[in-house]
């Protein structure tokens, strides 16, 4: 049921596009309630899950750290496609490698906590895969890539955080070392999730739409503790 929530999620996104061609501000809407429901997945779940099991709380610090680092040096490549912002332009020439390689990277990361860390997480993923699939795939039909460039590069980025949920649940190195890998993941979804939520403001003023988003989010997390 993971393996299929994940792809779906991708799939729905992408056929949001074809159907109704949602527009920005929907699109903002579901970026900013996705971000609050992922910081508040990892604040209320897997920050205190990570350090209630290692008593080396320093060490679980750093591991966060690097993970925010570590998001940074892909976003680098991504263009901040991983919280729904796509920053660059293509005349079609030339595929977007690292794009490609640094969101499968990303997405691969993503599933790797999940066996560990129940279904909080994984509806989080879900949700938050949902408005990326859409930024991600308006991007790509407004490129002259072919069709089946397109149905391809959506087809392996959502075969990748189901890739990562069996890599972390069957690989041993990633058993051995699933705390240390979960801190590892809260500090990308930290960055992540804090992003989104500052992109999604428009000129730091408020906005009710936004702000009911976000604390849809909050509440939906806080419901399940």
């Known amino acids: 049921m993971n393996y299929i929530l994940l792809i779906l999620s991708v799939l729905f996104g992408s056929m949001l596009v074809f159907l109704i ?22 604040i209320l779940h897997l920050l205190p899950e990570v350090y209630t099991v290692n008593s080396n709380a320093t060490l679980t610090g750093i ?16 263009k901040g496609a991983e919280h729904g912002h796509i ?29 560990n860390t129940g279904d909080n997480l994984l509806w989080a993923i879900v949700v938050h895969k949902i408005p990326i699939a859409i930024v991600l795939t308006t991007f790509l039909l407004n490129t002259k890539y072919s069709k089946k460039t397109v149905f391809c590069f959506l087809f392996f ?12 649940d069957k690989i041993q ?7 240390e890998i979960t801190a590892l993941i809260i ?9 989104i939520l500052f992109e999604s403001s428009e000129n730091h003023k408020f906005n009710l739409q936004k702000f009911t988003a976000i604390l849809l989010g909050i509440i939906l997390t806080i419901a399940t503790l």
């Open 157 to 168: 980025f959502g075969l990748m955080s189901p890739i990562g949920v069996l890599v972390g």
């Open 21 to 42: 061609k949602p527009n920005n501000k929907i699109v903002r809407l579901l970026l900013a309630f996705s971000g609050a429901y992922l910081l508040s997945v990892t």
């Open 87 to 115: 920053h660059m332009h293509s005349d079609g020439k030339d595929f977007p490698t690292l794009l490609f390689v640094s969101l499968c990277l990303h997405a691969f990361s993503e599933g790797l906590p999940i066996h």
């Open 63 to 78: 591991f966060i750290l690097i993970g925010i680092i570590l998001q940074s040096v892909l976003e680098s490549f991504s």
């Open 187 to 195: 500090g990308v979804f930290l960055h992540i999730s804090t992003i």
């Open 173 to 179: 190195f990633f058993t051995k070392y699933a705390t």
